[in-house]
Every structure is written in C-alpha cells, then in structure tokens.
C-alpha cells in the first residue's frame, strides 16, 4: 500500500456533465480531478466527449476500498435515485 492511500482523505463524486448526465468517480484530490476532466486527458474518456463538467456531489471516505466500494453502490442506482442524491448535495 502507498504512503498516499494510507493517509490521504479519499473522495467519492459525481460530475454533471455538460449533456446533463452524471459520471461517478474517487479521488483524492477533487480540485486537481476536476481540472484533469475538464482539461486533459487524464480525465475519463466519457466526461472528455462532455466537456465542461461540474461537481454535482461529494462524498468522504475513510479509504480507497471503502470510496470504491461507494462508487459503486452509486454508479449503480437508477437515474432517479442518482439524481436524488445530487439534489440533497449541499457543498460545505
């Protein structure tokens, strides 16, 4: 395991894309993902056809495997389940 994983704040999230859909992904550092998605090809092939995208939800995890075990969970719930969520999203 790396020092990063080890200590870092995990982050799960869900980008609104320009075309309205949601994209789910983990990170450590949401800023520098955020700019890799909208910038570079760093980020997800999907959201790079989608451009600009914005955060629309944000969630802490203790660590990598229980971020990625939440992505997951999310990425699989209906549309209107998933839109829910983003709706109950207050940034902090």
């Known amino acids: 395991m790396t020092k990063q994983s080890e200590t870092a704040t995990w982050w799960v999230y869900f980008l ?3 075309d309205k859909s ?5 990170t ?3 800023h520098r993902r955020i700019s890799e998605h909208n910038n570079s090809k760093l980020g997800a ?3 790079r056809a989608r451009r600009p995208v914005t955060l629309a939800y ?4 203790d660590n ?7 992505e997951y969970q999310i990425r699989h719930l209906t549309k ?7 709706s109950k999203y207050e940034p902090k």
């Open 28 to 30: 450590t550092d949401i």
């Open 58 to 61: 944000l969630e802490e995890a």
């Open 80 to 86: 209107s389940k998933k839109e829910l969520l983003v």
């Open 16 to 18: 609104r894309c320009n």
């Open 45 to 47: 092939k999907y959201t």
């Open 22 to 26: 949601l994209y789910a992904g983990v």
């Open 64 to 70: 990598k495997s229980l971020a990625c075990k939440r």
